[in-house]
């Protein structure tokens, strides 16, 4: 195709500066090192400033950046974020070339590069490196994703306007920016499968190595959606220990100590056997309804009400609250959950639409926190919403107000949902994350993982004791850790400190301990070998070199200080923010305070002419934007611009607000048809001895068949699941009997005499048996998506089978009934 999305300037049609994007990626067991080198060329007659905005995981460390221009390399250093800023603002009004890379002041998952006073036919090579932990889902797969979608975030017409609403439309240029990606993989064990539910892979397992593993992309990238590569290993949930030595880095301050001291990285799972809670539960759902979610992601959102509505424990009560600039809710209080109000509820699911306008998220949870709690019902709060909201700040801070009384578990959906709301959220609510993207095909397992957490006890006062060698002491991150779920990972950091006549020899013991219900005591234990020594004194490293549990252990105390500095003011905040820029400048690691600068001082040629500015196109973004930053020079004026929307709805038109000139609309296609279409092309390709199972055959048959080229999970899967009743129990309606394949007569008469199937409570006893044995024979590798239901209908058949029948005798007989296999 000719045609490509950029940015053309109005009055002389210069293209976008940005050449090409080089990604390599380095994963270490639950950790990746991502090293970003951007090509910037100005072909223009005068200097320009090029403007590049992009998003990151929240919880992404960046720990490099430098910029090559004429051949000479600039390393950029940590700075105040003011203080950066002058430094750039001078550089530029000096005529030097400058770099500025800094964390937007609104979120921690949106990052801006500015490339000043670029000469005119010159190129500069950006290098930008961060490092991430990477999630573990529930089966065991470790998930990497490299955002490359940046969503516009509304803003209430009462708080500033959110960086990404003042993003311009891209328009049409002949040639959009390249985009490569390369991998390389070290897995904690023997790699079973590499895939991704977004790109085609190709992917190369060492021979020798199982463990290790090369992976490139096959064909261009989809900027419309992240890249999702998922890593499943034979041992995925063993613990493990990482132990990082003191590094001396050339050129660098460290203050803090932090790359001096030894760093180990503990990843646990610690699993506990939960009583059950005689509390039931208060369930609340707040639904985003606003025009982003349109397409694909509203029906991900009614999927994923549907799922947990039909699984919510009998006895409970529960609400549905949709929003968008305004809210509605399905009762005026929590009901109690039974067959009447379940139905009102699926009917809701079933028809919601996203057509409630803007994304206001803070009144509706307002109304929420105003509710009171049902006495004996601890209330759990789910949230799903593709996170498109500027206030993020406000939001944490209503939820943390409120996180004693109530929990919060949050689900992502769509490609680029801010990490930053929703699992800052989930942090401030001790709860739990989750992201479903487009085309996930394990939405239904996230879904009942969320919601098994939600049911059981929460692990409390949760805390570690380390047990060390002589001569050593430990400082924690994060020191305060969050309620415990079982199962779930917990990812501590430890920077160890010795003196002089410290032991090197043995293990170091930690035992993680907390509090279940009745003041129950449970433990959990990991040992590693105690580090070598306290610092490589021997050996100076590069300012750019890996340093990857360091980089991670500071962003996390940072997240932590950050987090805690939301109700603080006067000392407390003052101390807070000196002690993060303390540890950010040690550990070369950007934060809400600080960020990276780098001034070209030895071209001793000042760049002359008026500077233009120029802003770089995120063709990531779903709905086309582009990225600009506001402006805080006041000699920079803001050009003209004429754009106009490849796939903007129309409720969106308000996101603009008065940077919109001109727009052309056209109608949203859909990302669904638009994936099948491509996908029915595709022909997976491998390098040589690349075994099939890694190189995505199974994961895209699996992928085509969520989203209805097969096997459609909603209309015929959850039909069955959809006819249960509140209690658990199902009817023996028509569409059972049509599922079972038998006429109704002949059903009846294969009733075991012990149930009394011509009593109304014999006849509900046989239905659930055999809603049973289908869900068991007929959909056995959609367990996860009806593992609560059929249990809350088992229960219900103990509860109310005569006492001397058998649930399993019961359950054969309706199998053999059938002609199934259980």
Same mark, same amino acid.
């Given at each position: 195709?000719?045609?490509?999305?950029?940015?053309?300037?109005?009055?002389?049609?210069?293209?976008?500066?940005?050449?090409?994007?080089?990604?390599?990626?380095?994963?270490?067991?639950?950790?990746?090192?991502?090293?970003?080198?951007?090509?910037?060329?100005?072909?223009?007659?005068?200097?320009?400033?090029?403007?590049?905005?992009?998003?990151?995981?929240?919880?992404?460390?960046?720990?490099?950046?430098?910029?090559?221009?004429?051949?000479?390399?600039?390393?950029?250093?940590?700075?105040?974020?003011?203080?950066?800023?002058?430094?750039?603002?001078?550089?530029?009004?000096?005529?030097?070339?400058?770099?500025?890379?800094?964390?937007?002041?609104?979120?921690?998952?949106?990052?801006?590069?500015?490339?000043?006073?670029?000469?005119?036919?010159?190129?500069?090579?950006?290098?930008?490196?961060?490092?991430?932990?990477?999630?573990?889902?529930?089966?065991?797969?470790?998930?990497?994703?490299?955002?490359?979608?940046?969503?516009?975030?509304?803003?209430?017409?009462?708080?500033?306007?959110?960086?990404?609403?003042?993003?311009?439309?891209?328009?049409?240029?002949?040639?959009?920016?390249?985009?490569?990606?390369?991998?390389?993989?070290?897995?904690?064990?023997?790699?079973?499968?590499?895939?991704?539910?977004?790109?085609?892979?190709?992917?190369?397992?060492?021979?020798?190595?199982?463990?290790?593993?090369?992976?490139?992309?096959?064909?261009?990238?989809?900027?419309?959606?992240?890249?999702?590569?998922?890593?499943?290993?034979?041992?995925?949930?063993?613990?493990?220990?990482?132990?990082?030595?003191?590094?001396?880095?050339?050129?660098?301050?460290?203050?803090?100590?932090?790359?001096?001291?030894?760093?180990?990285?503990?990843?646990?799972?610690?699993?506990?056997?939960?009583?059950?809670?005689?509390?039931?539960?208060?369930?609340?759902?707040?639904?985003?309804?606003?025009?982003?979610?349109?397409?694909?992601?509203?029906?991900?959102?009614?999927?994923?009400?549907?799922?947990?509505?039909?699984?919510?424990?009998?006895?409970?009560?529960?609400?549905?609250?949709?929003?968008?600039?305004?809210?509605?809710?399905?009762?005026?209080?929590?009901?109690?959950?039974?067959?009447?109000?379940?139905?009102?509820?699926?009917? &809701?699911?079933? /028809?919601?639409?996203?057509?409630?306008?803007?994304? @206001?998220?803070?009144?509706? $949870? !307002?109304?929420?926190? %105003? +509710?009171?709690?049902?006495?004996?019902?601890?209330?759990?709060?789910?949230?799903?919403?593709?996170?498109?909201?500027?206030?993020?700040?406000?939001?944490?801070?209503?939820?943390?107000?409120?996180?004693?009384?109530?929990?919060?578990?949050?689900?992502?959906?769509?490609?680029?949902?801010?990490?930053?709301?929703?699992?800052?959220?989930?942090?401030?609510?001790?709860?739990?994350?989750?992201?479903?993207?487009?085309?996930?095909?394990?939405?239904?397992?996230?879904?009942?993982?969320?919601?098994?957490?939600?049911?059981?006890?929460?692990?409390?006062?949760?805390?570690?004791?380390?047990?060390?060698?002589?001569?050593?002491?430990?400082?924690?991150?994060?020191?305060?850790?969050?309620?415990?779920?079982?199962?779930?990972?917990?990812?501590?950091?430890? &920077?160890?400190? /010795?003196?002089?006549?410290?032991?090197?020899?043995? @293990?170091?013991?930690?035992? $993680? !301990?907390?509090?279940? %219900? +009745?003041?129950?005591?449970?433990?959990?234990?990991?040992?590693?070998?105690?580090?070598?020594?306290?610092?490589?004194?021997?050996?100076?490293?590069?300012?750019?070199?890996?340093?990857?549990?360091?980089?991670?252990?500071?962003?996390?105390?940072?997240?932590?200080?950050?987090?805690?500095?939301?109700?603080?003011?006067?000392?407390?905040?003052?101390?807070?923010?000196?002690?993060?820029?303390?540890?950010?400048?040690?550990?070369?690691?950007?934060?809400?305070?600080?960020?990276?600068?780098?001034?070209?001082?030895?071209?001793?040629?000042?760049?002359?002419?008026?500077?233009?500015?120029?802003?770089?196109?995120?063709?990531?973004?779903?709905?086309?934007?582009?990225?600009?930053?506001?402006?805080?020079?006041?000699?920079?004026?803001?050009?003209?611009?004429?754009?106009? /929307?490849?796939?903007?709805?129309?409720?969106?038109?308000?996101?603009?607000?008065?940077?919109?000139?001109?727009?052309?609309?056209?109608?949203?296609?859909?990302?669904?048809?638009?994936?099948?279409?491509?996908?029915?092309?595709?022909?997976?390709?491998?390098?040589?001895?690349?075994?099939?199972?890694?190189?995505?055959?199974?994961?895209?048959?699996?992928?085509?068949?969520?989203?209805?080229?097969?096997?459609?999970?909603?209309?015929?899967?959850?039909?069955?699941?959809?006819?249960?009743?509140?209690?658990?129990?199902?009817?023996?309606?028509?569409?059972?009997?049509?599922?079972?394949?038998?006429?109704?007569?002949?059903?009846?008469?294969?009733?075991?005499?012990?149930?009394?199937?011509?009593?109304?409570?014999?006849?509900?006893?046989?239905?659930?048996?055999?809603?049973?044995?289908?869900?068991?024979?007929?959909?056995?590798?959609?367990?996860?998506?009806?593992?609560?239901?059929?249990?809350?209908?088992?229960?219900?058949?103990?509860?109310?089978?005569?006492?001397?029948?058998?649930?399993?005798?019961?359950?054969?007989?309706?199998?053999?009934?059938?002609?199934?296999?259980?």
């Amino acid at each position: 195709m000719s045609g490509r999305f950029g940015l053309v300037q109005k009055q002389n049609g210069s293209q976008i500066p940005l050449e090409s994007i080089k990604i390599q990626a380095d994963l270490q067991g639950f950790t990746a090192q991502v090293v970003a080198s951007m090509k910037y060329t100005n072909n223009e007659e005068n200097p320009i400033e090029a403007i590049y905005i992009f998003p990151l995981d929240e919880q992404a460390a960046v720990c490099g950046f430098k910029a090559t221009v004429d051949g000479r390399t600039i390393v950029a250093e940590i700075q105040g974020k003011e203080e950066a800023r002058d430094t750039y603002d001078d550089a530029l009004s000096s005529g030097q070339s400058a770099f500025l890379l800094e964390e937007s002041d609104e979120s921690s998952d949106i990052f801006q590069i500015s490339v000043g006073n670029l000469p005119p036919k010159k190129e500069a090579l950006i290098e930008l490196r961060f490092v991430t932990e990477l999630s573990v889902e529930t089966e065991g797969r470790v998930v990497f994703v490299l955002p490359t979608v940046l969503n516009p975030r509304y803003s209430p017409a009462d708080s500033a306007p959110s960086l990404s609403t003042q993003i311009p439309r891209a328009a049409i240029v002949d040639s959009p920016y390249s985009f490569e990606f390369d991998m390389t993989v070290k897995a904690t064990s023997a790699i079973a499968e590499i895939a991704s539910p977004t790109n085609v892979l190709v992917v190369e397992i060492d021979e020798i190595d199982k463990a290790k593993a090369k992976v490139s992309l096959e064909g261009a990238h989809n900027f419309s959606q992240d890249v999702v590569v998922h890593i499943l290993t034979k041992k995925p949930f063993k613990p493990q220990a990482i132990v990082e030595n003191g590094l001396k880095i050339e050129d660098r301050e460290d203050k803090e100590g932090f790359m001096a001291s030894p760093v180990v990285m503990l990843n646990l799972y610690p699993e506990f056997k939960n009583p059950e809670s005689s509390e039931i539960g208060e369930f609340v759902f707040v639904i985003d309804r606003s025009g982003s979610m349109d397409g694909s992601r509203i029906k991900s959102a009614r999927d994923t009400l549907l799922l947990f509505l039909k699984s919510l424990p009998d006895g409970c009560y529960f609400n549905v609250v949709g929003f968008g600039s305004s809210f509605t809710t399905l009762f005026k209080k929590s009901q109690l959950y039974d067959d009447e109000n379940l139905k009102k509820a699926t009917d &809701l699911a079933q /028809s919601m639409k996203a057509d409630l306008g803007g994304t @206001e998220i803070l009144q509706p $949870l !307002q109304w929420v926190f %105003s +509710q009171p709690p049902v006495k004996g019902h601890p209330r759990q709060l789910f949230v799903l919403s593709d996170g498109d909201v500027g206030n993020t700040a406000e939001v944490l801070q209503l939820v943390k107000n409120h996180s004693s009384t109530t929990r919060c578990f949050t689900f992502g959906i769509g490609s680029g949902a801010s990490t930053a709301l929703i699992k800052g959220m989930a942090r401030a609510g001790k709860g739990t994350a989750e992201f479903v993207t487009d085309h996930d095909d394990r939405m239904q397992a996230k879904v009942i993982k969320t919601l098994k957490s939600a049911l059981q006890p929460v692990i409390t006062d949760v805390s570690v004791t380390w047990d060390l060698p002589q001569g050593w002491v430990v400082q924690q991150i994060p020191s305060f850790l969050p309620p415990l779920f079982s199962g779930d990972r917990l990812v501590i950091y430890g &920077l160890l400190e /010795s003196s002089e006549n410290a032991s090197h020899d043995g @293990e170091t013991v930690v035992r $993680l !301990q907390g509090t279940l %219900s +009745q003041h129950e005591r449970v433990e959990h234990l990991i040992t590693f070998p105690t580090p070598t020594t306290s610092i490589t004194t021997d050996t100076v490293v590069d300012p750019n070199s890996s340093a990857i549990l360091h980089c991670l252990a500071a962003q996390k105390f940072i997240q932590a200080k950050q987090d805690d500095l939301s109700d603080k003011n006067g000392d407390e905040l003052e101390d807070g923010k000196s002690r993060i820029i303390s540890v950010s400048k040690s550990a070369n690691v950007a934060s809400k305070f600080t960020s990276f600068v780098a001034v070209d001082k030895e071209n001793h040629q000042p760049v002359s002419g008026p500077l233009r500015k120029r802003i770089i196109p995120v063709f990531g973004s779903d709905v086309g934007w582009c990225g600009a930053m506001p402006l805080r020079r006041s000699y920079l004026v803001p050009e003209p611009l004429c754009f106009m /929307s490849r796939a903007m709805p129309q409720g969106e038109l308000q996101r603009l607000g008065s940077c919109v000139t001109s727009c052309a609309f056209k109608e949203r296609p859909s990302i669904k048809e638009k994936f099948l279409s491509s996908l029915s092309r595709l022909k997976l390709k491998r390098k040589k001895g690349a075994p099939k199972t890694v190189a995505g055959e199974a994961s895209l048959s699996r992928v085509s068949g969520k989203l209805g080229m097969k096997n459609s999970s909603c209309p015929e899967d959850l039909s069955l699941i959809s006819l249960q009743k509140a209690s658990g129990a199902w009817d023996l309606t028509d569409e059972l009997v049509s599922l079972c394949g038998k006429s109704r007569d002949n059903l009846m008469k294969d009733c075991p005499v012990e149930i009394a199937g011509d009593t109304a409570e014999g006849k509900l006893l046989w239905a659930t048996a055999l809603a049973l044995v289908l869900l068991k024979a007929k959909f056995s590798n959609q367990r996860d998506e009806w593992e609560m239901i059929a249990e809350k209908a088992k229960k219900w058949m103990n509860k109310n089978l005569p006492v001397a029948v058998k649930y399993d005798s019961i359950l054969q007989s309706a199998a053999n009934a059938i002609g199934a296999q259980i």
